[in-house]
Protein backbone atom coordinates (compact mmCIF):
# COMPACT_ATOMS: atom_id res chain seq x y z
CA UNK A 1 0.00 0.00 0.00
CA UNK A 2 1.13 3.33 -0.02
CA UNK A 3 2.07 5.80 2.93
CA UNK A 4 3.69 8.31 3.84
CA UNK A 5 5.89 7.79 7.44
CA UNK A 6 7.20 10.09 10.11
CA UNK A 7 8.63 9.72 13.47
CA UNK A 8 5.87 8.81 15.68
CA UNK A 9 7.92 9.28 18.76
CA UNK A 10 8.20 13.04 19.91
CA UNK A 11 11.76 14.60 19.47
CA UNK A 12 13.02 16.13 22.87
CA UNK A 13 16.93 18.43 22.11
CA UNK A 14 18.97 20.50 23.74
CA UNK A 15 18.30 24.32 22.89
CA UNK A 16 21.26 25.05 19.89
CA UNK A 17 21.42 21.98 18.84
CA UNK A 18 19.97 20.39 15.20
CA UNK A 19 16.79 19.19 15.28
CA UNK A 20 16.46 16.31 12.02
CA UNK A 21 13.10 15.31 11.27
CA UNK A 22 12.51 12.09 8.63
CA UNK A 23 9.72 11.46 6.07
CA UNK A 24 9.81 8.14 4.63
CA UNK A 25 7.29 7.70 1.91
CA UNK A 26 6.14 3.85 -0.08
CA UNK A 27 5.13 3.70 -3.46
CA UNK A 28 5.17 7.24 -4.52
CA UNK A 29 6.59 8.96 -8.01
CA UNK A 30 6.24 12.41 -5.17
CA UNK A 31 6.33 15.64 -7.93
CA UNK A 32 7.45 17.37 -5.06
CA UNK A 33 7.36 17.45 -1.21
CA UNK A 34 6.56 20.26 1.18
CA UNK A 35 7.20 20.59 4.49
CA UNK A 36 4.69 22.60 7.17
CA UNK A 37 4.70 23.20 11.00
CA UNK A 38 1.71 22.99 12.84
CA UNK A 39 1.19 24.81 16.49
CA UNK A 40 -1.84 23.62 18.79
CA UNK A 41 -4.87 24.87 17.75
CA UNK A 42 -4.16 25.87 14.07
CA UNK A 43 -3.61 25.44 10.68
CA UNK A 44 -0.57 23.95 9.41
CA UNK A 45 1.70 27.11 7.94
CA UNK A 46 3.87 26.10 4.83
CA UNK A 47 7.90 26.25 5.60
CA UNK A 48 9.12 25.01 2.35
CA UNK A 49 8.95 23.10 -0.87
CA UNK A 50 11.27 20.74 -2.68
CA UNK A 51 11.27 19.19 -6.02
CA UNK A 52 11.73 15.93 -7.54
CA UNK A 53 15.00 17.60 -9.26
CA UNK A 54 16.46 19.47 -6.31
CA UNK A 55 18.42 17.39 -4.06
CA UNK A 56 18.38 20.13 -1.21
CA UNK A 57 16.63 23.38 -0.32
CA UNK A 58 17.68 26.04 2.27
CA UNK A 59 15.38 29.02 4.42
CA UNK A 60 17.71 30.67 6.93
CA UNK A 61 17.89 27.88 9.89
CA UNK A 62 15.86 25.64 7.78
CA UNK A 63 17.20 22.87 4.74
CA UNK A 64 15.44 19.89 3.26
CA UNK A 65 16.75 17.08 1.24
CA UNK A 66 15.13 15.31 -1.00
CA UNK A 67 16.54 11.86 -2.30
CA UNK A 68 14.40 10.27 -4.57
CA UNK A 69 16.27 6.97 -4.94
CA UNK A 70 16.20 6.15 -0.67
CA UNK A 71 11.97 8.06 -1.01
CA UNK A 72 12.95 9.88 2.34
CA UNK A 73 13.16 13.63 2.89
CA UNK A 74 15.42 15.03 5.82
CA UNK A 75 14.08 18.15 7.32
CA UNK A 76 16.72 20.47 9.45
CA UNK A 77 16.46 23.30 12.07
CA UNK A 78 19.91 24.20 13.08
CA UNK A 79 20.48 26.57 15.81
CA UNK A 80 17.22 25.11 17.01
CA UNK A 81 14.90 27.40 19.71
CA UNK A 82 12.32 26.83 22.52
CA UNK A 83 10.43 29.16 19.94
CA UNK A 84 10.73 25.83 16.67
CA UNK A 85 8.50 23.69 18.87
CA UNK A 86 5.93 22.13 17.35
CA UNK A 87 4.74 19.29 15.11
CA UNK A 88 6.23 19.62 11.99
CA UNK A 89 4.39 17.51 8.74
CA UNK A 90 6.24 16.48 5.54
CA UNK A 91 3.74 16.24 2.41
CA UNK A 92 3.95 14.92 -1.07
CA UNK A 93 1.94 15.35 -3.85
CA UNK A 94 2.33 12.62 -6.57
CA UNK A 95 3.15 13.53 -9.97
CA UNK A 96 -0.40 13.23 -11.34
CA UNK A 97 -1.84 13.86 -8.88
CA UNK A 98 -2.14 18.08 -8.77
CA UNK A 99 -3.73 19.09 -6.08
CA UNK A 100 -3.90 16.39 -3.58
CA UNK A 101 -1.30 16.73 -0.56
CA UNK A 102 -0.99 13.74 0.54
CA UNK A 103 0.14 14.34 4.67
CA UNK A 104 2.32 12.51 7.41
CA UNK A 105 1.02 12.24 10.96
CA UNK A 106 3.89 14.46 11.86
CA UNK A 107 6.54 14.45 14.17
CA UNK A 108 6.48 16.68 17.54
CA UNK A 109 9.34 18.75 18.16
CA UNK A 110 10.44 20.14 21.80
CA UNK A 111 13.61 22.37 21.70
CA UNK A 112 14.44 22.49 26.07
CA UNK A 113 16.36 25.70 27.20
CA UNK B 1 -8.01 38.80 2.98
CA UNK B 2 -4.67 38.26 4.78
CA UNK B 3 -5.60 35.11 5.22
CA UNK B 4 -7.19 31.87 4.84
CA UNK B 5 -10.96 32.64 7.41
CA UNK B 6 -13.01 30.05 8.63
CA UNK B 7 -16.25 29.72 9.81
CA UNK B 8 -17.32 28.97 12.74
CA UNK B 9 -14.30 28.19 14.84
CA UNK B 10 -15.81 25.34 16.63
CA UNK B 11 -19.05 23.99 16.26
CA UNK B 12 -20.95 21.17 18.27
CA UNK B 13 -23.72 19.76 16.50
CA UNK B 14 -26.39 16.60 17.68
CA UNK B 15 -26.39 13.51 15.46
CA UNK B 16 -28.44 13.65 12.39
CA UNK B 17 -28.64 17.18 12.24
CA UNK B 18 -26.65 19.04 8.98
CA UNK B 19 -23.83 21.41 9.43
CA UNK B 20 -22.11 23.69 7.08
CA UNK B 21 -18.72 25.18 7.00
CA UNK B 22 -17.39 28.11 5.54
CA UNK B 23 -14.28 29.00 4.13
CA UNK B 24 -12.63 32.63 2.67
CA UNK B 25 -9.80 31.93 0.97
CA UNK B 26 -6.71 35.15 0.06
CA UNK B 27 -8.29 37.44 -2.58
CA UNK B 28 -6.47 36.32 -5.99
CA UNK B 29 -5.95 32.35 -5.18
CA UNK B 30 -7.27 30.59 -7.82
CA UNK B 31 -7.40 26.79 -5.41
CA UNK B 32 -8.92 26.11 -2.81
CA UNK B 33 -8.47 23.05 -0.89
CA UNK B 34 -10.91 21.39 1.94
CA UNK B 35 -9.07 18.76 4.38
CA UNK B 36 -9.62 16.90 7.77
CA UNK B 37 -8.02 16.32 10.32
CA UNK B 38 -8.64 13.24 13.06
CA UNK B 39 -7.80 13.94 16.76
CA UNK B 40 -4.08 12.54 16.70
CA UNK B 41 -4.00 11.71 12.77
CA UNK B 42 -2.64 13.24 9.82
CA UNK B 43 -4.82 15.77 7.37
CA UNK B 44 -6.67 13.66 4.93
CA UNK B 45 -7.88 15.65 1.89
CA UNK B 46 -11.43 15.80 1.24
CA UNK B 47 -11.80 18.43 -2.31
CA UNK B 48 -10.09 20.76 -4.07
CA UNK B 49 -11.48 23.35 -6.05
CA UNK B 50 -8.92 24.90 -9.13
CA UNK B 51 -10.31 27.63 -10.98
CA UNK B 52 -13.55 26.88 -13.35
CA UNK B 53 -12.62 23.10 -13.73
CA UNK B 54 -14.36 20.67 -12.43
CA UNK B 55 -13.88 20.03 -8.38
CA UNK B 56 -11.78 16.69 -7.22
CA UNK B 57 -14.15 14.97 -4.99
CA UNK B 58 -12.25 12.13 -4.80
CA UNK B 59 -11.68 12.34 -0.90
CA UNK B 60 -14.91 13.01 0.42
CA UNK B 61 -16.07 10.13 2.50
CA UNK B 62 -20.23 9.58 1.43
CA UNK B 63 -22.43 11.48 -0.22
CA UNK B 64 -23.28 12.95 3.10
CA UNK B 65 -20.20 15.69 2.55
CA UNK B 66 -20.86 18.14 -0.49
CA UNK B 67 -19.18 21.30 -0.95
CA UNK B 68 -19.48 24.32 -3.64
CA UNK B 69 -17.46 27.43 -4.34
CA UNK B 70 -18.39 30.61 -5.63
CA UNK B 71 -16.23 32.12 -8.36
CA UNK B 72 -13.31 32.06 -7.12
CA UNK B 73 -13.98 33.40 -3.66
CA UNK B 74 -16.01 31.89 -0.95
CA UNK B 75 -16.68 27.76 -0.27
CA UNK B 76 -19.01 26.43 1.57
CA UNK B 77 -18.62 22.35 3.43
CA UNK B 78 -21.86 20.44 3.45
CA UNK B 79 -22.28 17.56 6.39
CA UNK B 80 -25.56 16.10 6.33
CA UNK B 81 -26.67 13.88 8.72
CA UNK B 82 -23.80 14.00 10.82
CA UNK B 83 -22.48 11.09 12.59
CA UNK B 84 -20.00 11.06 15.42
CA UNK B 85 -16.94 9.79 13.43
CA UNK B 86 -17.23 13.01 11.63
CA UNK B 87 -16.03 14.96 14.72
CA UNK B 88 -13.03 16.37 13.60
CA UNK B 89 -10.99 19.53 12.76
CA UNK B 90 -11.93 20.83 9.31
CA UNK B 91 -9.11 22.46 7.79
CA UNK B 92 -9.64 25.01 4.25
CA UNK B 93 -6.45 26.31 2.33
CA UNK B 94 -5.65 28.15 -0.46
CA UNK B 95 -2.78 28.65 -3.33
CA UNK B 96 -2.31 30.95 -6.10
CA UNK B 97 -2.97 27.82 -8.53
CA UNK B 98 -2.23 24.01 -8.64
CA UNK B 99 1.81 23.77 -7.97
CA UNK B 100 2.45 26.89 -7.14
CA UNK B 101 3.79 25.92 -4.22
CA UNK B 102 2.66 25.81 -0.67
CA UNK B 103 -0.93 25.92 0.75
CA UNK B 104 -2.17 29.17 3.15
CA UNK B 105 -3.98 27.19 5.81
CA UNK B 106 -6.86 28.89 7.98
CA UNK B 107 -7.32 27.88 11.37
CA UNK B 108 -9.98 25.26 11.00
CA UNK B 109 -13.65 24.40 11.96
CA UNK B 110 -13.75 21.85 15.11
CA UNK B 111 -16.75 20.06 14.69
CA UNK B 112 -18.47 17.87 17.81
CA UNK B 113 -20.87 15.75 17.20
CA UNK B 114 -22.68 14.79 19.95
Known amino acids: SQKIEQNSEALNIQEGKTATLTCNYT??????LQWYRQDPGRGPVFLLL?????KEKRKERLKVTFDTTLKQSLFHITASQPADSATYLC????????????FGQGTELSVKP | GAGVSQSPSNKVTEKGKDVELRCDPI?????LYWYRQRLGQGLEFLIY????????KSGLPSDRFSAERTGESVSTLTIQRTQQEDSAVYLC????????????FGSGTRLTVV
Open chain 2, 93 to 104: ASSLGLRTGGYT
Open chain 1, 27 to 32: NYSPAY
Open chain 1, 50 to 54: IRENE
Open chain 1, 91 to 102: ALERDNQGGKLI
Open chain 2, 27 to 31: SGHTA
Open chain 2, 49 to 56: FQGNSAPD
